[in-house]
């Protein structure tokens, strides 16, 4: 394999079944050619250097990188979203792809870059033409009549419809992050959980309680999650609060993942700490019958 990189171009938030077909034809193509499938993506969401309220996403970039490297792709080039990035013309946008040993472009059919998104599919096509690279657009992709796409999977973890939302990510929603303290208080009534806080700028899932896969150090086991600022106990700040099924060790400090496949039920504040562990002894029980079945 060569130094030559064929370039799968987008934002990619979620990786979803739309983006995966575009990543099987980078693939494909750098196998051709021997070359190393590569893509490109953003730190941050792009419309964040306009509005002080930009969408929220779907990964963070850890997770995301992680996703494109499920699907294949060995190089990830995360570029800034400043002013100098966003206001590079279309044309210069590709030549420093070009400086970065781009031998080739997979692009979606509306993808759009360089300043004012001036770029689209027929100027890479004919950039492309021009210097005697291979260029391969992917049509839209569609899920049950629905255009694949990443606001509308945001919108149905916001909703908490994480079965449809991994429908069209074509897996489940993953989060991921670093076990922080805190209050100790699951232990105090068996139910030992790890904590840990939602990234900034990620899609916050529906308030409730939901059956996960947690992954530890590559291994995966059952879990209950809440989602919520855990008013029984008087908390305010929302993160995600695991009780991991069958699993004993310390973990702060450490990094989980987060796999969601079912929302349980909402968040409710309970009149003692003895009701609470009945109900997460309830949703443990319906989780292990659900998680079964993944």
């Known amino acids: 394999m060569n130094n030559n990189k064929i370039f799968a171009l987008g934002f990619f938030d979620g990786v979803h079944l739309g983006h995966q077909a575009l990543l099987a034809e980078c693939v494909r193509l750098a196998g051709r050619l021997d070359a190393v ?4 993506t953003f730190d941050r969401h792009p419309q964040s250097l306009f509005t002080a309220d930009p969408p929220a996403l779907i990964n963070s970039s850890t997770d995301r990188d992680a996703l494109l490297r499920c699907y294949g792709i060995e190089n990830i080039l995360c570029l800034p ?8 013309c279309w044309g210069d946008f590709l030549k420093n792809l070009l400086a970065e040993g781009a031998a080739g472009f997979v692009c979606g059919y509306d993808f759009r870059f360089g300043h004012k998104g001036e770029g689209n599919c027929g100027k890479l096509r004919e950039f492309c033409r021009e210097r005697n690279l291979p260029c391969v657009i992917v049509a839209e992709q569609t899920l ?4 694949i796409s990443s606001t509308h999977i945001r919108q149905l973890i916001e909703q908490g419809d994480m079965e449809t939302a991994a429908a069209f990510l074509g897996h489940p929603h993953i989060l991921r992050g670093e076990v922080v303290q805190g209050r100790h208080l699951g232990r105090t009534i068996g139910v030992p959980t790890a904590n840990i806080l939602l990234p900034e700028g990620v899609a916050v899932p529906k308030l409730g309680v939901y059956a996960c896969t947690c992954i530890v150090d590559g291994k995966e086991y059952s879990a209950v999650t809440n989602i919520g600022s855990r008013p029984t106990v008087g908390g305010h700040q929302v993160r995600a609060e695991s009780w991991i099924l069958d699993f004993s060790g310390d973990l702060y400090g450490q990094n989980i993942a987060l796999e969601f496949h079912k929302f349980l039920r909402p ?3 309970f009149e003692n700490l003895t009701a609470l562990r009945t109900q997460i002894q309830k949703d443990a029980a319906e989780a292990g019958k659900i998680l079964k079945k993944v």
């Open 37 to 40: 499938p590569a893509a490109i």
């Open 267 to 269: 968040e409710v504040k």
């Open 81 to 88: 979203v400043n002013k100098d990035i966003m206001s590079t």
């Open 144 to 147: 049950g009549g629905l255009r």
